[in-house]
């Protein structure tokens, strides 16, 4: 069974809408991950958390809010989505003191 | 800041032929190593990982990497590669368990018959 699960698997949104992507894992691990994915550049790290009630910024965080409401579970949001923000976004958990993630199948974002 | 290269963009082979997957790192200390692979649709799984020890580390589906600290890298190979083998192949890079990985660019295996 899937462990780290993502909702929406694809979203459109218009500009300047509030948009939020979800992650829930059942893995029971403390530190959960947001990156995006874009053609040229990568993974690149938006926020993550090691601990509910908390998060912590990543390499590009403007633009988007993270927040951590149990260990399960782990919202990407953003406020306003801008064109720049079309991209795959995927979630990711890792178990502390291990540099191994995990990851979800990723939510295809379009904004337009 | 730490930075990972992978140098080919895409990589094509025949079914059957060995690959190579090339990576280099730039950090004055060795960090945790990765290989991860995207195949379509899906999310990253890890391949393989090292730290420390032996040089040459295996994975899973017949893949191995080999660490050398002399020229900053860690290439990916495996001796004979199978048409499901097609994917992204990621190299990533850790100092800090804390803050998650950072990847490559990725390379693209194309694998034909």
């Known amino acids: 069974e899937a462990a780290v699960t993502q909702s929406p698997r694809s979203k459109v949104a218009v500009t300047g809408g509030k948009v939020t992507l979800s992650c829930h894992q059942t893995?029971?691990?403390?530190?959960m991950y947001w990156y995006r994915q874009d053609t040229g550049h990568g993974l690149r790290l938006i926020h993550y958390s090691y601990v509910a009630d908390s998060t912590e910024k990543g390499d590009i965080p403007d633009g988007y809010k993270a927040s951590r409401p149990s260990q399960e579970n782990f919202s990407l949001i953003l406020e306003l989505a801008s064109l720049s923000q079309t991209a795959v976004y995927f979630c990711?958990?890792?178990?502390?003191?291990?540099?191994?993630?995990?990851f979800g199948a990723g939510t295809r974002l379009s904004v337009l | 800041a730490q930075s990972v290269t992978q140098p080919d963009a895409r990589v094509t082979v025949s079914e059957g032929a060995s690959l190579q997957l090339r990576c280099k790192y730039s950090y004055s200390a060795t960090p945790y190593l990765f290989w991860y692979v995207q195949y379509p649709r899906q999310g990253l799984q890890m391949l393989l990982k090292y730290y420390s020890g032996d040089p040459v580390v295996q994975g899973v589906n017949g893949f191995e990497a080999e660490f050398s600290k002399s020229d900053s890298s860690f290439h990916l190979r495996k001796a004979s590669v199978h048409w499901s083998d097609s994917a992204v192949y990621f190299c990533a890079v850790s100092y800090n368990y804390a803050q998650g990985l950072t990847f490559g660019l990725g390379t693209r295996v194309s694998v034909f018959p």
């Open positions: 990711a958990s890792s178990p502390t003191g291990k540099n191994t993630l995990y």
């Open positions: 893995n029971n691990h403390d530190y």
